[in-house]
């Protein structure tokens, strides 16, 4: 039984991980459709992160699940747990990763722009790095949030560590325990991407940090 | 067109599910605040046992899915002779998880506080109750009220995971429909729409409170 629970939180992760890789890519590209010049396209992007952090998770997992077989792509519930996880994700980390640009303050823009960089150095050396430290809290807690999300996927018949454990109570009744030890596993792992975070903030804050921690 | 045949046919479908969603959603957001502002008062007034006992519990739940704690309760308690219908058990579940997060921004909030106004209180000669309730509580509620804001939001969406364990909601009553009707996506893509009115109306909620307490951001805000 612990093996079960132990194979199921293996799982756990692996979706974790992968919604976060695909969802911090996607958010990455979506991040800097919120400071273009078009207004349709802002507006494109403030209706896509309000429809998506707006409705429950479940929802948009039972909409997925449901509806990506209907458009001929029934690839089996991992695929669509992946897809749902990296579309949920990637709305909170473009919100993450725009806050992190927009918390750079003006003196620093005006003096990156002064040194007259062109615009990849300038996107590379000044705004990367400064919104990288400022983004970095939130973007753990988001983190952990998909870890815990991972669970609600239990529902559309993904097999991870929830269904593991709600199978387990179904054939033994040994509720407390199963729950017990669930729960114990995902307060390992999401203690533990917290402190993965704050390690990466400890590398970052080595590295040069800008702002005013005094 | 096929949405608005879809809403037409099936529209009163989705009523008895939002009324519940709503009526899930208001009850287990005050008993949150409720159970928070419980958990404040155990850690205001508690010694380092009891501060540390309520950090275990914010910790616990803050660490663990709502789905766990809904299934513990769900499952768990028939075993040891509590049989509650399943809209009690995902309501509880629902305020001890929101309620522990609520607890850290009413912690929050108490800091924001400025110590003068526990001398003043004291020099008045005010109880620690008293202090609670007319010096701590009234500031608490009023500080932490965007927090608040975002975390009912947070808990309406998570009375979703309700229709797990088959409690007559709003995400129910998708899933049955999908079932009845063989419709890939309109039924939830209604729900979604629903989903997203009632956080609207959620989030208008908020500014007006918001205006009515004429919040200003503190200066010394951390």
Redesign the interface.
């Given at each position: 039984m612990l093996q079960l629970l132990l194979i199921g939180a293996c799982y756990t992760l692996g979706l974790a991980v992968a919604g976060i890789a695909f969802g911090t890519v996607l958010g990455l590209l979506l991040t800097p459709l919120s400071f273009v010049r078009c207004r349709p396209l802002r507006a494109l992007y403030h209706v896509y992160v309000f429809f998506t952090r707006g409705t429950p998770l479940l929802v948009l997992a039972l909409l997925i699940f449901y509806g990506l077989p209907a458009l001929n792509f029934s690839q089996g519930p991992y695929v669509a747990g992946t897809i749902v996880l990296t579309i949920y994700s990637s709305a909170f980390f473009a919100e993450v990763f725009r806050g992190g640009v927009l918390a750079i303050q003006r003196t620093h823009l005006e003096s990156g722009r002064s040194l007259g960089l062109p615009p990849l150095a300038f996107l590379r050396r000044i705004i990367a790095p400064l919104a990288l430290r400022y983004a970095l809290p939130p973007y753990v807690n988001v983190c952990v949030m998909m870890v815990k999300a991972s669970s609600i996927l239990s529902i559309i018949s993904v097999w991870e560590l929830t269904l593991a454990a709600r199978e387990i109570i179904e054939r033994t009744l040994l509720v407390f325990t199963v729950l017990g030890i669930a729960a114990a596993f995902y307060f390992l792992m999401c203690f533990g991407v917290d402190r993965l975070g704050r390690l990466a903030e400890r590398y970052l804050m080595r590295r040069g940090f800008v702002g005013e921690h005094a | 067109m096929r949405f608005v045949n879809w809403i037409v046919v099936y529209g009163p479908n989705y009523l008895s599910g939002l009324a519940w969603t709503a009526i899930i959603a208001l009850a287990a957001s005050v008993g949150a605040v409720v159970w928070g502002g419980v958990l404040l008062l155990i850690r205001l007034s508690g010694g380092l046992w009891t501060n540390l006992a309520v950090e275990t519990y914010v910790?616990?739940f803050?660490?663990?899915?709502?789905?766990?704690s809904i299934?513990?309760i769900y499952?768990?308690f028939p075993?040891i002779g509590v049989v509650w219908p399943a809209v009690i058990c995902g309501g509880l579940a629902l305020v001890l998880q929101n309620g522990a997060y609520i607890s850290e921004i009413f912690r929050g909030s108490v800091k924001t506080i400025d110590l003068v106004q526990f001398d003043a209180a004291k020099s008045l000669g005010l109880s620690a109750w008293g202090t609670f309730r007319k010096v701590v509580l009234p500031q608490v509620l009023v500080y932490g009220l965007p927090s608040l804001g975002g975390q009912v939001i947070l808990l309406?969406?998570?009375?979703?995971?309700l229709?797990?364990i088959s409690v007559a909601e709003l995400?129910m009553n998708?899933?049955l429909l999908?079932e009845q009707t063989g419709a890939?996506?309109e039924a939830?893509?209604v729900?979604?729409v629903l989903?997203?009115l009632l956080?609207v109306c959620l989030e208008l909620t908020a500014r007006f409170a918001l205006r009515a307490v004429r919040w200003r951001p503190r200066h010394d805000a951390l």
């Amino acid at each position: 039984m612990l093996q079960l629970l132990l194979i199921g939180a293996c799982y756990t992760l692996g979706l974790a991980v992968a919604g976060i890789a695909f969802g911090t890519v996607l958010g990455l590209l979506l991040t800097p459709l919120s400071f273009v010049r078009c207004r349709p396209l802002r507006a494109l992007y403030h209706v896509y992160v309000f429809f998506t952090r707006g409705t429950p998770l479940l929802v948009l997992a039972l909409l997925i699940f449901y509806g990506l077989p209907a458009l001929n792509f029934s690839q089996g519930p991992y695929v669509a747990g992946t897809i749902v996880l990296t579309i949920y994700s990637s709305a909170f980390f473009a919100e993450v990763f725009r806050g992190g640009v927009l918390a750079i303050q003006r003196t620093h823009l005006e003096s990156g722009r002064s040194l007259g960089l062109p615009p990849l150095a300038f996107l590379r050396r000044i705004i990367a790095p400064l919104a990288l430290r400022y983004a970095l809290p939130p973007y753990v807690n988001v983190c952990v949030m998909m870890v815990k999300a991972s669970s609600i996927l239990s529902i559309i018949s993904v097999w991870e560590l929830t269904l593991a454990a709600r199978e387990i109570i179904e054939r033994t009744l040994l509720v407390f325990t199963v729950l017990g030890i669930a729960a114990a596993f995902y307060f390992l792992m999401c203690f533990g991407v917290d402190r993965l975070g704050r390690l990466a903030e400890r590398y970052l804050m080595r590295r040069g940090f800008v702002g005013e921690h005094a | 067109m096929r949405f608005v045949n879809w809403i037409v046919v099936y529209g009163p479908n989705y009523l008895s599910g939002l009324a519940w969603t709503a009526i899930i959603a208001l009850a287990a957001s005050v008993g949150a605040v409720v159970w928070g502002g419980v958990l404040l008062l155990i850690r205001l007034s508690g010694g380092l046992w009891t501060n540390l006992a309520v950090e275990t519990y914010v910790q616990l739940f803050r660490n663990t899915p709502v789905l766990l704690s809904i299934y513990l309760i769900y499952f768990g308690f028939p075993l040891i002779g509590v049989v509650w219908p399943a809209v009690i058990c995902g309501g509880l579940a629902l305020v001890l998880q929101n309620g522990a997060y609520i607890s850290e921004i009413f912690r929050g909030s108490v800091k924001t506080i400025d110590l003068v106004q526990f001398d003043a209180a004291k020099s008045l000669g005010l109880s620690a109750w008293g202090t609670f309730r007319k010096v701590v509580l009234p500031q608490v509620l009023v500080y932490g009220l965007p927090s608040l804001g975002g975390q009912v939001i947070l808990l309406l969406k998570d009375t979703s995971l309700l229709s797990a364990i088959s409690v007559a909601e709003l995400t129910m009553n998708a899933k049955l429909l999908t079932e009845q009707t063989g419709a890939a996506y309109e039924a939830f893509v209604v729900v979604a729409v629903l989903y997203l009115l009632l956080v609207v109306c959620l989030e208008l909620t908020a500014r007006f409170a918001l205006r009515a307490v004429r919040w200003r951001p503190r200066h010394d805000a951390l």
